[in-house]
């Protein structure tokens, strides 16, 4: 009869991991789509909202920073490699973005290596990268 029941209980632990496995996974898809879709649209300003809330207080966007990012447009956000984990909690991704100078509308290209970071608490993934550095070569 223990052994019965401690089959249960060790089956019941690695149900409910495998559950929180799936939420937190179904989680970084979500987020991912959705950071993705925002930069699409060009609107860094709400996809500053998917910054670890630490990092975007320690780092917080400059007016300048805010400037450069008015200055162009998105053409084209390929995440096609997708999301690589790097431990239990975190994902790196790397993306190519595209973008149109308004003004001179050249295209350039810029390449945005991602962190992200699952907070237990929050159950919530947060971007510690920060936002695509648009002034590299």
Not at 95 to 124: F, G, P
Request: glycine share 6%; aromatic share 8%; proline share 4%.
């Amino acid at each position: 009869m223990r052994r019965i029941l401690s089959i249960l209980v060790v089956l019941s632990v690695l149900l409910l991991a495998g559950c929180a496995t799936k939420a937190r996974s179904d989680a970084l898809t979500t987020t991912l789509k959705a950071y993705g879709s925002t930069l699409r649209w060009g609107d860094f300003q709400s996809a500053a909202q998917f910054i670890d809330p630490a990092v975007r207080a320690a780092h917080p966007l400059t007016p300048l920073q805010l400037a450069r990012y008015r200055q162009v447009r998105v053409s084209e956000y390929d995440d096609g490699a997708g999301p690589v984990p790097s431990g239990d909690f975190d994902v790196q991704q790397t993306v190519l973005i595209n973008l149109v100078n308004v003004h001179t509308q050249s295209e350039r290209s810029v390449v945005d290596h991602q962190s992200w970071h699952y907070d237990e608490k929050a159950k919530h993934w947060w971007l510690t990268s920060g936002l695509p550095d648009i002034t590299q070569d």
